[in-house]
Protein backbone atom coordinates (compact mmCIF):
# COMPACT_ATOMS: atom_id res chain seq x y z
CA UNK A 1 0.00 0.00 0.00
CA UNK A 2 2.65 2.27 1.34
CA UNK A 3 4.28 1.47 -2.41
CA UNK A 4 1.43 2.51 -3.94
CA UNK A 5 1.10 5.66 -1.91
CA UNK A 6 4.77 6.59 -3.85
CA UNK A 7 3.78 5.70 -7.25
CA UNK A 8 0.59 7.75 -6.37
CA UNK A 9 2.57 10.99 -4.79
CA UNK A 10 5.41 10.71 -8.05
CA UNK A 11 2.55 10.45 -10.34
CA UNK A 12 0.81 13.60 -9.01
CA UNK A 13 4.46 15.37 -8.33
CA UNK A 14 4.99 14.70 -12.12
CA UNK A 15 1.34 16.22 -13.88
CA UNK A 16 1.89 19.12 -11.78
CA UNK A 17 5.22 19.98 -13.11
CA UNK A 18 3.97 18.68 -16.76
CA UNK A 19 1.04 21.36 -15.88
CA UNK A 20 3.11 24.15 -14.80
CA UNK A 21 5.70 23.93 -17.56
CA UNK A 22 2.55 23.58 -19.94
CA UNK A 23 1.36 26.96 -18.22
CA UNK A 24 4.23 28.87 -19.06
CA UNK A 25 2.91 31.61 -21.78
CA UNK A 26 5.38 32.48 -24.39
CA UNK A 27 6.17 35.71 -22.39
CA UNK A 28 9.18 37.30 -20.61
CA UNK A 29 9.23 40.24 -18.43
CA UNK A 30 11.91 43.58 -17.27
CA UNK A 31 11.33 45.25 -14.52
CA UNK A 32 13.60 48.65 -14.28
CA UNK A 33 14.21 49.79 -10.80
CA UNK A 34 16.40 52.76 -10.39
CA UNK A 35 16.35 55.74 -8.24
CA UNK A 36 12.60 57.95 -8.09
CA UNK A 37 14.57 60.82 -9.49
CA UNK A 38 15.74 59.05 -12.86
CA UNK A 39 13.40 59.58 -15.61
CA UNK A 40 13.78 58.22 -19.12
CA UNK A 41 12.65 56.06 -21.99
CA UNK A 42 15.37 53.06 -23.38
CA UNK A 43 14.20 51.43 -26.42
CA UNK A 44 14.31 47.51 -26.12
CA UNK A 45 14.74 45.87 -29.65
CA UNK A 46 14.45 41.61 -29.63
CA UNK A 47 13.65 38.82 -31.86
CA UNK A 48 10.08 37.18 -31.04
CA UNK A 49 10.92 33.72 -32.01
CA UNK A 50 8.37 31.30 -32.75
CA UNK A 51 7.56 28.03 -34.75
CA UNK A 52 7.03 29.91 -37.80
CA UNK A 53 9.99 31.81 -37.51
CA UNK A 54 9.75 35.47 -35.75
CA UNK A 55 10.23 38.92 -36.29
CA UNK A 56 12.00 41.61 -35.16
CA UNK A 57 9.80 43.80 -32.16
CA UNK A 58 10.73 46.91 -30.45
CA UNK A 59 9.45 48.03 -27.17
CA UNK A 60 9.82 51.55 -25.14
CA UNK A 61 10.57 50.91 -21.40
CA UNK A 62 9.10 54.68 -20.32
CA UNK A 63 11.04 55.28 -16.96
CA UNK A 64 8.33 57.55 -14.54
CA UNK A 65 9.89 58.25 -11.14
CA UNK A 66 12.28 55.11 -11.32
CA UNK A 67 10.10 52.59 -12.38
CA UNK A 68 8.98 50.96 -15.65
CA UNK A 69 7.58 47.67 -16.55
CA UNK A 70 7.98 45.80 -20.40
CA UNK A 71 5.79 42.74 -20.92
CA UNK A 72 7.59 41.23 -23.76
CA UNK A 73 7.26 37.96 -25.91
CA UNK A 74 8.79 34.76 -27.58
CA UNK A 75 9.09 31.41 -27.60
CA UNK A 76 12.84 30.04 -27.57
CA UNK A 77 15.62 32.35 -25.81
CA UNK A 78 16.39 35.52 -27.53
CA UNK A 79 18.92 38.68 -26.84
CA UNK A 80 17.60 41.93 -26.12
CA UNK A 81 19.27 45.09 -26.73
CA UNK A 82 18.76 48.14 -24.71
CA UNK A 83 19.56 51.53 -26.24
CA UNK A 84 18.95 55.00 -24.64
CA UNK A 85 18.03 57.96 -26.32
CA UNK A 86 21.53 59.00 -27.53
CA UNK A 87 22.11 55.28 -29.13
CA UNK A 88 25.50 55.89 -26.99
CA UNK A 89 24.46 53.90 -24.04
CA UNK A 90 23.55 50.21 -24.58
CA UNK A 91 23.60 46.86 -23.40
CA UNK A 92 22.15 43.18 -24.17
CA UNK A 93 20.18 40.76 -21.52
CA UNK A 94 19.36 36.91 -22.69
CA UNK A 95 15.95 35.85 -21.65
CA UNK A 96 13.84 33.39 -21.99
CA UNK A 97 9.82 32.46 -21.88
CA UNK A 98 8.91 32.71 -17.96
CA UNK A 99 11.64 34.87 -16.78
CA UNK A 100 10.83 37.48 -14.61
CA UNK A 101 14.31 39.74 -14.83
CA UNK A 102 14.93 42.79 -13.03
CA UNK A 103 17.64 45.88 -13.80
CA UNK A 104 18.50 48.16 -11.08
CA UNK A 105 21.04 51.00 -10.59
CA UNK A 106 21.52 54.77 -10.58
CA UNK A 107 20.12 54.58 -14.13
CA UNK A 108 23.56 56.48 -15.78
CA UNK A 109 25.65 54.06 -16.84
CA UNK A 110 24.49 51.03 -18.07
CA UNK A 111 27.32 49.02 -17.68
CA UNK A 112 27.10 49.71 -13.99
CA UNK A 113 23.74 47.99 -13.90
CA UNK A 114 22.50 44.95 -12.11
CA UNK A 115 20.99 42.17 -13.49
CA UNK A 116 18.76 39.88 -11.50
CA UNK A 117 16.17 36.68 -12.49
CA UNK A 118 18.23 35.11 -15.11
CA UNK A 119 21.91 33.40 -14.32
CA UNK A 120 22.91 34.15 -17.99
CA UNK A 121 22.26 37.82 -17.97
CA UNK A 122 23.42 37.98 -14.03
CA UNK A 123 27.25 36.52 -15.24
CA UNK A 124 26.75 38.92 -18.38
CA UNK A 125 26.06 42.07 -16.22
CA UNK A 126 28.77 40.70 -13.85
CA UNK A 127 31.23 40.42 -16.42
CA UNK A 128 30.49 43.56 -18.32
CA UNK A 129 30.98 45.46 -15.00
CA UNK A 130 34.81 44.75 -15.65
CA UNK A 131 35.85 44.52 -19.12
CA UNK A 132 33.58 47.47 -20.21
CA UNK A 133 36.16 49.65 -18.18
CA UNK A 134 38.75 48.32 -20.90
CA UNK A 135 36.64 48.53 -24.16
CA UNK A 136 38.50 51.23 -25.72
CA UNK A 137 41.51 49.31 -25.88
CA UNK A 138 40.85 46.16 -28.01
CA UNK A 139 43.92 43.93 -27.38
CA UNK A 140 42.78 44.39 -23.25
CA UNK A 141 38.86 44.07 -24.28
CA UNK A 142 39.82 40.76 -26.21
CA UNK A 143 42.08 39.55 -23.25
CA UNK A 144 38.95 40.35 -20.68
CA UNK A 145 36.98 37.88 -23.48
CA UNK A 146 39.29 35.76 -23.50
CA UNK A 147 39.76 34.88 -20.18
CA UNK A 148 36.30 34.07 -19.49
CA UNK A 149 36.25 31.69 -22.62
CA UNK A 150 39.47 29.96 -21.49
CA UNK A 151 38.10 29.50 -17.75
CA UNK A 152 34.57 28.59 -18.88
CA UNK A 153 34.54 26.47 -21.89
CA UNK A 154 31.26 24.58 -20.80
CA UNK A 155 29.12 28.10 -20.65
CA UNK A 156 27.11 28.98 -23.38
CA UNK A 157 27.93 32.64 -22.33
CA UNK A 158 31.18 31.74 -23.86
CA UNK A 159 29.98 31.36 -26.87
CA UNK A 160 27.27 34.81 -26.75
CA UNK A 161 30.14 37.22 -25.72
CA UNK A 162 32.68 35.93 -28.83
CA UNK A 163 28.95 36.09 -31.01
CA UNK A 164 27.90 39.35 -29.38
CA UNK A 165 31.31 41.38 -28.61
CA UNK A 166 34.48 40.14 -30.06
CA UNK A 167 35.14 41.87 -33.29
CA UNK A 168 35.23 38.66 -35.95
CA UNK A 169 36.32 41.25 -38.74
CA UNK A 170 39.34 42.78 -37.09
CA UNK A 171 40.24 39.88 -35.28
CA UNK A 172 39.07 36.47 -37.19
CA UNK A 173 42.22 34.08 -35.97
CA UNK A 174 41.75 35.06 -32.40
CA UNK A 175 37.59 34.35 -32.88
CA UNK A 176 38.37 30.89 -34.13
CA UNK A 177 41.02 30.11 -31.75
CA UNK A 178 38.56 30.88 -28.82
CA UNK A 179 35.25 29.33 -30.56
CA UNK A 180 36.47 26.37 -31.39
CA UNK A 181 37.96 26.07 -28.14
CA UNK A 182 34.37 25.49 -25.96
CA UNK A 183 32.63 22.92 -25.92
CA UNK A 184 30.61 21.94 -29.05
CA UNK A 185 27.22 21.76 -26.43
CA UNK A 186 27.98 25.50 -25.31
CA UNK A 187 28.05 27.19 -29.20
CA UNK A 188 24.88 25.20 -30.76
CA UNK A 189 23.42 26.38 -34.14
CA UNK A 190 20.37 27.52 -32.05
CA UNK A 191 22.45 30.16 -30.10
CA UNK A 192 24.63 30.98 -33.39
CA UNK A 193 20.97 31.69 -34.95
CA UNK A 194 19.75 33.60 -31.56
CA UNK A 195 22.89 35.67 -32.03
CA UNK A 196 22.19 36.72 -35.20
CA UNK A 197 25.37 36.01 -36.69
CA UNK A 198 24.58 34.70 -39.81
CA UNK A 199 28.36 35.53 -41.77
CA UNK A 200 29.52 32.81 -39.18
CA UNK A 201 28.73 29.97 -42.06
CA UNK A 202 29.83 30.16 -45.95
CA UNK A 203 30.82 34.01 -45.82
CA UNK A 204 33.88 34.59 -43.45
CA UNK A 205 34.17 31.38 -41.73
CA UNK A 206 33.80 27.42 -42.68
CA UNK A 207 32.40 24.40 -40.85
CA UNK A 208 34.89 21.73 -40.89
CA UNK A 209 34.07 17.69 -40.60
CA UNK A 210 34.46 17.70 -36.67
CA UNK A 211 32.05 20.40 -36.37
CA UNK A 212 34.83 23.65 -35.80
CA UNK A 213 35.15 26.72 -37.86
CA UNK A 214 38.15 27.55 -40.23
CA UNK A 215 38.75 31.09 -41.98
CA UNK A 216 38.27 31.55 -45.69
CA UNK A 217 41.07 34.08 -46.09
CA UNK A 218 43.54 32.70 -49.28
CA UNK A 219 46.83 34.41 -48.18
CA UNK A 220 47.70 33.02 -51.45
CA UNK A 221 45.14 34.84 -53.70
CA UNK A 222 46.94 35.52 -57.09
CA UNK A 223 44.68 37.78 -58.60
CA UNK A 224 41.94 39.71 -58.20
CA UNK A 225 38.69 40.80 -60.52
CA UNK A 226 38.09 44.55 -60.25
CA UNK A 227 35.65 47.06 -62.25
CA UNK A 228 38.07 49.49 -64.04
CA UNK A 229 37.65 53.01 -65.14
CA UNK A 230 38.50 52.32 -69.12
CA UNK A 231 38.67 48.71 -69.57
CA UNK A 232 35.33 47.67 -67.44
CA UNK A 233 37.06 44.82 -66.03
CA UNK A 234 40.18 44.31 -65.25
CA UNK A 235 42.13 40.78 -63.47
CA UNK A 236 45.07 42.01 -61.19
CA UNK A 237 47.32 39.19 -61.46
CA UNK A 238 49.54 39.48 -58.35
CA UNK A 239 52.19 37.14 -59.62
CA UNK A 240 53.25 38.59 -62.80
CA UNK A 241 54.66 41.64 -61.11
CA UNK A 242 57.63 42.11 -58.13
CA UNK A 243 55.54 43.62 -55.78
CA UNK A 244 51.54 44.68 -55.31
CA UNK A 245 49.94 47.32 -53.07
CA UNK A 246 46.29 47.45 -53.02
CA UNK A 247 44.22 50.41 -51.28
CA UNK A 248 41.00 49.77 -50.61
CA UNK A 249 38.93 52.63 -49.68
CA UNK A 250 35.45 54.81 -48.96
CA UNK A 251 34.52 58.26 -49.01
CA UNK A 252 34.60 59.03 -46.06
CA UNK A 253 37.97 57.80 -45.19
CA UNK A 254 39.80 60.38 -43.51
CA UNK A 255 43.38 59.25 -44.17
CA UNK A 256 42.62 59.38 -48.18
CA UNK A 257 44.68 62.19 -48.97
CA UNK A 258 47.61 61.02 -46.92
CA UNK A 259 47.43 57.87 -48.92
CA UNK A 260 46.48 59.63 -52.78
CA UNK A 261 49.81 61.65 -51.69
CA UNK A 262 51.94 58.33 -50.73
CA UNK A 263 50.58 56.68 -53.83
CA UNK A 264 51.62 59.80 -56.37
CA UNK A 265 55.53 58.99 -54.59
CA UNK A 266 55.39 55.27 -55.13
CA UNK A 267 54.29 55.69 -58.65
CA UNK A 268 57.74 58.53 -58.74
CA UNK A 269 60.16 55.89 -57.36
CA UNK A 270 58.92 52.87 -59.56
CA UNK A 271 57.89 54.15 -62.96
CA UNK A 272 57.73 51.08 -64.88
CA UNK A 273 53.89 49.71 -64.40
CA UNK A 274 54.93 46.18 -66.01
CA UNK A 275 56.79 45.57 -62.76
CA UNK A 276 54.02 46.64 -60.07
CA UNK A 277 50.48 46.96 -59.22
CA UNK A 278 49.55 49.61 -57.49
CA UNK A 279 46.10 50.21 -57.07
CA UNK A 280 43.09 52.12 -55.54
CA UNK A 281 40.06 50.28 -55.32
CA UNK A 282 36.93 52.26 -54.18
CA UNK A 283 34.65 50.17 -52.16
CA UNK A 284 30.77 51.27 -52.52
CA UNK A 285 27.74 50.74 -54.58
CA UNK A 286 27.57 54.07 -56.09
CA UNK A 287 29.88 54.16 -59.08
CA UNK A 288 29.24 58.18 -59.47
CA UNK A 289 30.64 58.89 -56.15
CA UNK A 290 33.44 56.50 -56.84
CA UNK A 291 33.99 58.82 -60.23
CA UNK A 292 33.81 62.10 -58.35
CA UNK A 293 36.43 61.46 -56.03
CA UNK A 294 39.00 59.59 -58.31
CA UNK A 295 38.39 63.35 -60.20
CA UNK A 296 39.34 65.42 -57.52
CA UNK A 297 42.38 63.41 -56.88
CA UNK A 298 44.19 63.37 -60.14
CA UNK A 299 45.85 60.14 -59.48
CA UNK A 300 47.92 58.59 -62.54
CA UNK A 301 49.95 55.75 -63.32
CA UNK A 302 47.42 53.45 -60.13
CA UNK A 303 44.95 51.20 -61.45
CA UNK A 304 41.58 52.73 -60.51
CA UNK A 305 38.93 50.25 -59.26
CA UNK A 306 35.65 50.06 -57.69
CA UNK A 307 34.16 47.60 -55.93
CA UNK A 308 30.53 47.59 -55.66
CA UNK A 309 29.63 44.50 -53.57
CA UNK A 310 30.90 45.86 -50.30
CA UNK A 311 33.18 43.42 -48.15
CA UNK A 312 31.01 40.43 -48.94
CA UNK A 313 32.31 40.49 -52.07
CA UNK A 314 33.65 36.57 -52.38
CA UNK A 315 37.19 38.25 -53.75
CA UNK A 316 37.05 40.89 -50.77
CA UNK A 317 36.29 37.60 -48.20
CA UNK A 318 39.38 35.54 -49.60
CA UNK A 319 41.33 38.56 -49.58
CA UNK A 320 40.51 39.24 -46.06
CA UNK A 321 39.24 42.88 -46.42
CA UNK A 322 38.20 43.62 -42.52
CA UNK A 323 36.98 47.19 -42.65
CA UNK A 324 38.18 50.41 -44.82
CA UNK A 325 40.80 51.64 -45.41
CA UNK A 326 42.98 48.65 -45.68
CA UNK A 327 46.14 48.10 -47.07
CA UNK A 328 46.95 44.71 -48.97
CA UNK A 329 51.02 43.81 -49.98
CA UNK A 330 51.61 40.93 -52.13
CA UNK A 331 54.77 39.05 -53.32
CA UNK A 332 55.88 38.00 -56.83
CA UNK A 333 54.61 34.55 -55.87
CA UNK A 334 50.92 36.17 -55.10
CA UNK A 335 51.87 35.58 -51.31
CA UNK A 336 50.60 38.21 -48.82
CA UNK A 337 53.07 40.45 -46.91
CA UNK A 338 50.84 43.06 -45.25
CA UNK A 339 47.36 43.45 -44.23
CA UNK A 340 45.84 45.76 -42.26
CA UNK A 341 45.37 49.58 -41.84
CA UNK A 342 48.22 51.07 -41.69
CA UNK A 343 49.52 52.97 -44.89
CA UNK A 344 53.32 53.34 -43.44
CA UNK A 345 53.54 49.68 -42.86
CA UNK A 346 52.16 48.72 -46.10
CA UNK A 347 54.44 50.90 -48.18
CA UNK A 348 57.33 49.46 -46.06
CA UNK A 349 56.40 45.96 -46.73
CA UNK A 350 55.64 47.01 -50.61
CA UNK A 351 59.38 48.45 -51.07
CA UNK A 352 60.94 45.65 -49.73
CA UNK A 353 59.40 43.44 -52.07
CA UNK A 354 60.23 45.95 -55.18
CA UNK A 355 64.09 46.10 -53.70
CA UNK A 356 64.24 42.81 -53.23
CA UNK A 357 67.10 40.94 -55.89
CA UNK A 358 65.69 39.24 -58.16
CA UNK A 359 68.44 35.95 -58.81
CA UNK A 360 68.54 34.60 -62.70
CA UNK A 361 68.39 31.18 -63.56
CA UNK A 362 72.00 29.50 -63.46
CA UNK A 363 72.87 28.70 -66.98
CA UNK A 364 73.28 25.75 -68.18
CA UNK A 365 76.60 24.74 -69.43
CA UNK A 366 76.90 22.54 -72.25
CA UNK A 367 78.59 19.28 -72.11
CA UNK A 368 81.87 19.79 -73.47
CA UNK A 369 84.60 16.87 -73.67
CA UNK A 370 88.40 17.60 -72.74
CA UNK A 371 91.09 16.41 -74.46
CA UNK A 372 91.41 13.43 -71.83
CA UNK A 373 87.65 12.74 -72.61
CA UNK A 374 88.27 12.24 -76.34
CA UNK A 375 88.49 9.12 -77.62
CA UNK A 376 92.17 8.05 -78.68
CA UNK A 377 92.91 7.02 -82.17
CA UNK A 378 94.04 3.56 -82.69
CA UNK A 379 97.29 4.17 -84.96
Same mark, same amino acid.
Given at each position: !??????????? #?? /?????? =???????????? =???? $??????????????? /?????????????????????????????????????????????? *??????????????????????????? #?????????????? *???????????????????????????????????????????????????? +?? %????????????????????????? $???????????????????? $???? %?????????????????????????????????????? /????????? !????????? @??????????????????? !??????? *??? #????? @???????????????????? *?????????????????? +???????????
Amino acid at each position: !MKTFASKMVAL #WA /SFMVLM =FTGCIKNEFEIN =FEFP $KDHIGNYLLTYYAWD /SRGGRWIEQTASIQEGVASVGCVTRFPTLVYITDASSSNSMILYAE *RGDRIKISGDGRDMKEWNVKGNSMSER #WAQWRRDAYARKDD *RKAFEKSIGDYVSKNASDPLSAILLLTEWNRRENPEGFLKLWNSIDSDARSQ +QL %VEMCGATDLLGVEFTATAEGKLAYE $KDRALKSLVVRSLDNGLDTL $KFNK %VKGTLLYFFAENNSSRQETVDTLKSLVKLYPDSAKRIL /SDIYVDSDS !MTWRGAIRR @DSLKGVVRAWQPYDLGDDG !MVKLGVT *RLP #WYIVK @DKNGKESYSGCDIKSAVSAF *RKEMEKKETKPAAKTANK +QTSADKPKSNK
